[in-house]
């Protein structure tokens, strides 16, 4: 009962920040099922791309009504997305968790700093414009 209530919170803070910022959930839920969860990478990779891909299919529903999704750039990323899935899924099984950790962890840190720098500059050019 435990472990169902806190994957159901780590599932609204996932959907969450999913629905704000259009994007992070697998970024988000991997380390969340892994901490919170205590499952390997390999068990919250699978988990987090059901979760996160529910919940983006159900985004991109409400995207497409409103008019606001471009296809090319939607199948490029999902159709790149589902011919390498495989191939990670396996590098996942011949790969020990600590490797994976880390390299993760980089993954994470990396795209941390651009958007950390992405935001800056944003707020950089509004108060040049505010000037």
Do not use: C
């Not at 994007?23 to 990779?45: D, K, N, R």
């Not at 199948?75 to 390299?103: E, F």
């Amino acid at each position: 009962m435990e472990v169902a209530l806190l994957g159901l919170g780590l599932g609204a803070v996932v959907g969450l920040i999913l629905a704000l910022a259009g994007a992070g959930g697998g970024i988000l839920a991997v380390p969340l099922l892994v901490f919170g969860l205590h499952l390997s990478i390999m068990q919250a990779a699978p988990v987090g791309l059901i979760a996160v891909g529910a919940a983006s299919a159900f985004g991109a529903v409400l995207g497409l009504r409103e008019g606001l999704v471009r296809y090319r750039a939607a199948a490029l990323i999902g159709v790149t997305g589902m011919i390498l899935a495989p191939l990670g899924v396996r590098l996942a099984r011949l790969i020990p968790n600590a490797p994976l950790m880390v390299a993760f962890s980089i993954v994470l840190a990396w795209v941390a700093w651009r958007m950390f720098n992405q935001a800056r500059r944003t707020a950089d050019r509004k108060s040049t414009r505010l000037n």
